[in-house]
């Protein structure tokens, strides 16, 4: 069984869009990829306007999405849809309903790390802990973009949201994770980009965490350290070490 295999050891958790698989330039080829198969030079001066209003209207209904005002199916239904009204294309709704499966499926094809993640991955291996991803997400498209992109065999568990119908930041996925790795509170560190979900769960959980910050926010939330790129995160997770309770 895992649970005895992993007592007593750490682990370090990580989310996956973009913190170790680059979410933003993948999903760019995702989107450039549509463009040009479907011929949106009809309707959009270039892929980047394609891509920039796509962006946009995907952000805003994810904003929605979040603070409960829309469901995920009415954001998946519109987010493709939108843009393609903004520049009245006849073909809005068709394509719009058809791009949202076939967008998730180009996206989990694609391989593109953040720069050091197979670095980290090694190396925290390397100091005797064990790694896991913590990901809010669709099962199978996370999966596929763990084995697809090369990551699977540095990974020793993964958690996503989708196997309990529970999101970070809520403590519930943080204690599943750690059912699942055997292990408690204490022996879990969690490294993320997205303050409000990875590392504020993290936190409510009791757990260390790192906050990734490639793109240089400047916030310090929930007095975290905050890492401006993968090789300092392992900074971090040394002093965790030194410093640490049951490392
Ligand atoms: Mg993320």
Redesign the pocket.
């Given at each position: 069984m895992e649970t005895s295999r992993s007592l007593n050891r750490d682990i370090v958790w990580l989310?996956?869009?973009?913190?170790l698989w680059d979410?933003k330039a993948n999903s760019r080829v995702a989107l450039a990829g549509l463009y040009a198969d479907y011929d949106l030079a009809r309707w959009f001066g270039s892929a980047d306007e394609w891509i920039e209003r796509y962006e946009r209207h995907n952000h805003a209904l994810w904003d929605r999405y979040n603070h409960a005002l829309i469901t995920k199916d009415e954001l998946m239904s519109s987010r493709f849809r939108l843009p393609l009204e903004d520049v009245g294309s006849p073909m809005a709704a068709e394509l719009g309903a058809r791009f949202d499966g076939e967008y998730l499926d180009r996206l989990a094809e694609c391989t593109r790390l953040v720069d050091g993640a197979i670095d980290l991955l090694e190396w925290i291996k390397s100091r005797g802990m064990m790694t896991g991803v913590l990901s809010n997400g669709f099962t199978e498209v996370q999966h596929r973009k763990i084995r697809n992109s090369g990551l699977a065999p540095l990974v020793d568990f993964t958690v996503l949201s989708d196997d309990i119908g529970i999101n970070k930041p809520d403590v519930r996925l943080y204690r599943h994770a750690e059912q699942v790795a055997g292990t408690t509170a204490a022996q879990c560190i969690m490294v993320?980009?997205?303050p409000d979900t990875?590392i504020r769960g993290a936190v409510d959980a009791g757990w260390k965490a790192v906050l990734l910050d490639r793109e240089n926010c400047g916030e310090i939330p929930h007095g975290v350290p905050v890492a401006k790129n993968l090789v300092d995160v392992r900074v971090f997770i040394g002093e965790f070490q030194d410093t640490g309770a049951e490392v």
């Open positions: 989310d996956l869009d973009d913190t979410f993320g980009d997205n990875d």
